[in-house]
């Protein structure tokens, strides 16, 4: 158990539709990362957040937003879903803001189905 | 554009032998490497990183080797138990924001 939490674990949805998915990262950690791994994919980075700031960001679609909130919790929000947004969305978290020495703790994912 | 790649999609050894898991970067930048196990089901877990200023890192039966002039790293493992067959992603950093970039994975499969 990494101590991440994330919710749901699975959803299936239809084209078009909004959904959003949370992350608790490990107590004392304030850095919260969202990755995306589609099929034959590797982990893609999406989107950092650090102390509720936006740290980093990767090749995260204009459809696809998120934040982190005061109590250090995190949702990605995906909308105007299309077949292909059909992935394992990863939260992963760290105490840091970058990682010099550490690395990341990775929750369980959410498989998000589009039909 | 892969900044990081792993070759080999899948491995095939015998319990007791040597595994060895390849990885290539582009990026010079990168100075920070890491490798993840992930059983399906799971989320990654972190197994073994290196510095670039370091050549070899150990960890029982865990080594990673780094190659900065070829830009090439490897994780070698020995002996392969049956309880390592997982998917492995090598992960690279230049301490970007702190994001990581992964390869594709190696899935490894070690045979009793």
């Known amino acids: 158990d990494s101590g991440v939490t994330q919710t749901p674990k699975h959803l299936i949805t239809a084209t078009g539709q909004r959904v959003t998915l949370r992350c608790s990262p490990r107590s004392g950690d304030l850095s919260v990362y969202w990755y995306q791994q589609s099929l034959d994919q590797g982990l893609q980075f999406l989107i950092q957040y650090y102390n509720g700031e936006e740290r980093a960001k990767g090749n995260i679609l204009e459809r696809f937003s998120a934040q982190q909130f005061p109590d250090l919790h995190s949702e990605l929000n995906l909308s105007s879903l299309e077949l292909g947004d059909s992935a394992l969305y990863f939260c992963?978290?760290?105490?840091?803001?970058?990682?010099?020495?550490?690395?990341?703790?990775f929750g369980e994912g959410s498989r998000l189905t589009v039909l | 554009d892969q900044q990081v790649k792993q070759n080999s999609p899948s491995l095939s050894v015998q319990e007791g032998r040597i595994s060895i898991l390849n990885c290539d970067y582009t990026n010079s930048m990168f100075d920070y490497f890491l490798w993840y196990k992930k059983y399906p089901a799971e989320g990654p877990t972190f197994l073994i990183s290196?510095?670039?200023?370091?050549d070899k890192n150990e960890d029982g039966r865990f080594t990673v080797f780094l190659n900065k002039s070829a830009k090439h790293l490897s994780l070698h493992i020995v002996p392969s138990q049956p309880g390592d067959s997982a998917v492995y992603f090598c992960a690279a950093t230049g301490n970007q924001g702190g994001k990581l970039i992964f390869g594709q994975g190696t899935e490894l499969s070690v045979k009793p």
């Open positions: 992963a978290s760290s105490a840091a803001p970058g990682l010099i020495a550490g690395e990341l703790f």
């Open positions: 290196i510095s670039s200023i370091k």
